[in-house]
């Protein structure tokens, strides 16, 4: 049972690292910048208007919002005429990664990036701290929306639904090297639960019920064919 308790640890572990190791390269390698960016607006209770831009690619979803300001569009096309940012805090870039849910977050406070009908519009904050999460990396290339970093924080739901898939996996994993190592052993002639030597200078097919090195009983009669 204690052999079952440490295997089920180790799986849990195992996935949680795979979900945040796939989290980074997928922070790192999976550039969200280079599809277009869903614009929506959001009003909010202060009653100001909130521009959110999204921009998704395997494992990578960025997202930016900030309140518009002189937001006009025609009445008869919806053809945006003028838009404008305002540089306070309620302007961010939040990246999500993760797959195959969103993981991981970070929260970039000092480049927000809004991007409309093929034009972008930017704003870096000053006075604020970015808070780019675990490691600032350098920026992609090629311009606005571009910043790059590790996330440091997760996100709980996204996180528990990769870490138990992967901890499935490498439970899988875990319980068919076992099963491998003791059939190879049971076939040697040795403790499939051990590997001590049960032969004991008798023919394969005739080895020992007990394990004298472990006292395993069951699971260690040898089946090597005679000669
Ligand atoms: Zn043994």
Redesign the pocket.
């Known amino acids: 049972m204690l052999h079952r308790a440490l295997m089920l640890g180790s799986s849990v572990v195992l996935g949680a690292i795979t979900t945040i190791a796939l989290a980074w390269a997928c922070a790192a390698w999976v550039n969200p910048a280079r599809v277009a960016s869903t614009f929506t607006t959001q009003t909010t209770s202060a009653n100001t208007l909130m521009g959110v831009a999204t921009q998704s690619r395997f494992g990578h979803t960025r997202v930016n919002r900030a309140t518009l300001v002189n937001f006009v569009r025609d009445p008869d096309t919806g053809a945006v005429e003028s838009i404008g940012i305002r540089a306070d805090a309620t302007a961010r870039s939040e990246d999500f990664t993760g797959w195959p849910c969103r993981s991981m977050v970070c929260i970039n406070e000092g480049e927000i990036t809004l991007q409309l009908n093929g034009a972008q519009m930017q704003t870096r904050l000053t006075g604020t701290p970015g808070r780019l999460g675990l490691l600032q990396l350098s920026p992609w290339p090629g311009g606005m929306s571009c910043w790059r970093a590790l996330p440091a924080r997760p996100v709980l739901v996204g996180f528990a639904i990769d870490t138990s898939i992967y901890a499935a996996i490498w439970a899988g994993l875990l319980i068919g090297f076992g099963s491998l190592r003791r059939a190879r052993r049971r076939q040697a002639g040795l403790?499939a639960?051990?590997g001590?030597d049960l032969r004991g200078g008798r023919p394969i097919g005739e080895a020992t019920q007990i394990?004298p090195?472990?006292g395993?009983a069951d699971a260690i009669v040898a089946t090597g064919s005679r000669p």
């Open positions: 403790c639960h051990c001590y394990c090195e472990c395993a």
